[in-house]
């Protein structure tokens, strides 16, 4: 039988609460009606909780990488979303950086070689370097502890050979990546994960600025992050527009802080405790208007994303229940990138991108991810 959509479900639970306050008289005590309200509830987040039957198909499957698919970015042409771009990193010892159009076929003419061990990759717009105003790509090189930066979509770099992270500590191999840019002053930002690091400093935040010299550096800013001990921190996304950056503590939940180093160290909230199989991993944010939307989140080894509001609940900016659970084609995803930007008549209301195991990422129309149970843009 077909689930009910997410806001008939809501109206069916708000008709049932109040017919159980109009009978109140039939009910023993407070306590009792509070049970009984309580139960209304566990069924509504059991009703979120399940996924659709069949999984979710996508529209394209890329051209199969070399090595081993990870951490999907789009790139949005600013002037036809049509010619958008698709970057990702193909992991390995002599890996690359691999680019894509929507039809999922490589442009390799683009594509940058030679990278060791290339992890994961963010995408950020309008920097100023000289008197060029660039969209860049940043990826994390593992086995070099270097991030590496390139134009888009021309993919030139614009590092000088790369830019050390991490420097001075035991802990290095750069991983996770998420990109930043501060509303108030355009100022851009790097927040780095490794594959290893203390709780409270896992992460470092970068400011990446124009030397002088027609290439980028970075200064670190601060170190930051909770980390409980289970596994790793790889998956990193940040919402330039409501300041907030997210982070998967594999097997433990996600993690949400300010993105603005100003603001402080606080964590704001853990959420996505409960119901994954084993690893968090991948994030995306899907928004709908300024301030509200999805954030998704990989639950790697069950092949499906869960879906929390990108706003919180009313009067509770950090409370993120689950809403839904989308089974998908993907096997073991720990990347993904979402984009609500109409790219054209196959994809009028965003993209949601995310690698498979087989060296592939797959490409979803949103409304197929929506299922009328999630809002479209």
């Given at each position: ?18 017919s159980c306050a ?28 399940q996924p659709a ?159 002088g010299k027609g ?163």
């Amino acid at each position: 039988m077909r689930s009910l959509p997410v806001y008939l479900l809501s109206i069916t639970l708000c008709v049932l609460l109040a017919s159980c306050a109009g009978r109140r008289e039939d009910v023993d005590d407070a306590a009792d009606l509070a049970a009984v309200e309580k139960d209304s509830a566990a069924r509504a987040d059991e009703h979120a909780a399940q996924p659709a039957s069949q999984p979710v198909k996508p529209r394209v499957v890329t051209d199969t990488s070399l090595y081993d698919t990870d951490d999907p970015a789009i790139w949005v042409h600013p002037e036809d979303h049509s010619k958008s771009l698709i970057l990702g990193t193909d992991k390995d010892s002599i890996g690359a950086l691999l680019v894509y159009d929507l039809n999922g076929k490589l442009q390799m003419d683009l594509c940058v070689r030679d990278l060791r061990r290339p992890n994961n990759v963010d995408v950020e717009y309008g920097f100023q370097l000289g008197d060029r105003k660039l969209d860049i790509a940043v990826l994390t090189e593992r086995l070099t502890n270097k991030i590496r930066i390139f134009s888009v979509p021309d993919m030139k770099p614009i590092d000088h050979g790369g830019i050390a992270v991490f420097a001075g500590e035991s802990e290095q191999a750069p991983m996770g990546i998420a990109l930043y840019k501060r509303p108030l002053d355009g100022q851009i930002f790097a927040i780095v994960g490794r594959k290893g690091g203390p709780s409270g400093s896992y992460l470092w935040q970068y400011a990446l600025n124009d030397n002088g010299k027609g290439y980028l550096q970075a200064s670190k800013v601060r170190a930051f992050g909770a980390f409980s001990g289970k596994n790793e921190i790889e998956a990193i996304v940040v919402d330039d527009q409501l300041g907030y950056v997210y982070y998967s503590d594999e097997g433990h939940g996600v993690r949400k802080y300010h993105a603005d180093p100003a603001k402080g160290d606080e964590e704001l909230a853990l959420f996505a405790t409960d119901g994954f199989a084993e690893d968090h991993e991948g994030i995306s944010i899907y928004t709908l208007t300024d301030d509200t939307g999805y954030i998704l989140v990989s639950d790697q080894q069950a092949n499906t994303f869960r879906v929390f509001p990108r706003e919180g609940m009313p009067g509770k900016p950090n409370d993120h229940p689950l809403l839904d659970v989308i089974a998908v084609s993907t096997n073991e995803s720990d990347g993904s990138e979402s984009s609500s930007v109409n790219f054209g008549p196959q994809y009028p209301h965003g993209i949601f991108v995310a690698m498979s195991d087989n060296r592939t990422f797959q490409i979803y129309a949103w409304e197929d991810i929506a299922r009328g149970r999630l809002k479209m843009r």
